[in-house]
């Protein structure tokens, strides 16, 4: 997954506005709401920053 | 809810003499010019206003629970505060999966100074181990809040989202109500007073007395 695609999480689904911790984790915007998820291993990939 | 502003006007306007004796209680007196209908009303609510931030301001104040409503959740890492009255009552984290799984409130590093607990933070979130015993940290500057749920994540939660609490207040002249406990009425009428003694530069004398008698009549509100 990278930055701008849709994610669910438990405050809602929300866009990916930033990618952490070497990939793994996405700093996602819901609403006016930002939510930290864990991307499974599966969906990571680089920032590309 | 506190005592009605329609009482406490009655209160007032016996007290600075502006009724006639065989009115009813509280009735302005067509004869006197100095003061207005609905005058005393806005003076407490100024007055009220004025004690609401001294409640605020004062986080061992019981009382401050009265106007503890204002939230903000999703707050990301360095993002501003929102305006409120007085410190922040706590920052809580909202933690899915993993050792810290639930709410609990964030606590500040253990650095002592500003520095070394945004520099503990820094490590924390990036968190290069993926430790669990990371706990739920934030730092708060001025109105900027810093916190390491990224880290949290790395260290087996699923999803960390953060949030606020602290007091707002809203003044409102069309209020019947005032908004501070029962307990600080006579301080608010004492205050309302004060300031009405004082208008035109009239009774000065009076007014300090009244103003005195606000800031005594405040019960203990330390802890």
């Known amino acids: 997954m990278k930055r701008g695609d849709k994610v669910q999480t438990p405050e809602g689904k929300g866009k990916i506005v930033e990618i952490q911790g070497g990939g793994k984790v996405a700093v996602v915007k819901v609403k006016d709401k930002t939510v930290y998820v864990r991307l499974p291993e599966e969906k990571r990939e680089d920032d590309g920053r | ?223």
């Not at chain 2, 609990?104 to 924390?124: C, D, F, H, K």
């Not at chain 2, 500057?141 to 390491?148: K, L, R």
């Not at chain 2, 205050?191 to 019960?219: H, N, V």
């Open chain 2, 1 to 223: 809810m506190g005592a009605t502003i329609s009482t406490c006007v009655e209160i007032a306007v016996e007290m600075v003499n502006a009724s006639d004796s065989a009115a009813a209680l509280g009735a302005l007196s067509a004869n006197q010019e100095f003061y207005k209908s609905g005058e005393f009303a806005r003076l407490l609510v100024l007055a009220d206003a004025k004690r609401a931030k001294a409640i605020c301001m004062d986080k061992n104040n019981r009382a401050r629970k009265t106007f503890l409503v204002g939230s903000q959740s999703g707050i990301a890492s360095g993002a501003q505060l929102n305006a409120m009255v007085g410190e922040v009552e706590s920052i809580q984290f909202t933690v899915t999966g993993g050792r810290w799984a639930g709410t609990q409130a964030g606590t500040p590093p253990i650095g002592q100074t500003l520095a070394a607990q945004l520099e503990e933070l820094r490590i924390e979130t990036r968190n290069v181990t993926a430790n669990p015993e990371i706990a739920p940290h934030y730092v708060q500057d001025g109105g900027t809040v810093f916190h390491n749920a990224a880290g949290v994540v790395l260290g087996g939660a699923s999803a960390v989202s953060v949030s606020a609490t602290f007091c707002t207040f809203t003044i409102n002249f069309s209020a019947t109500s005032l908004q501070c406990p029962d307990e600080y009425t006579r301080s608010i009428v004492a205050d309302a007073l004060a300031m009405g003694f004082a208008k035109d530069g009239m009774k000065t004398a009076a007014a300090a007395y009244f103003s005195r008698l606000a800031e005594e009549q405040l019960p203990a509100e330390a802890a």
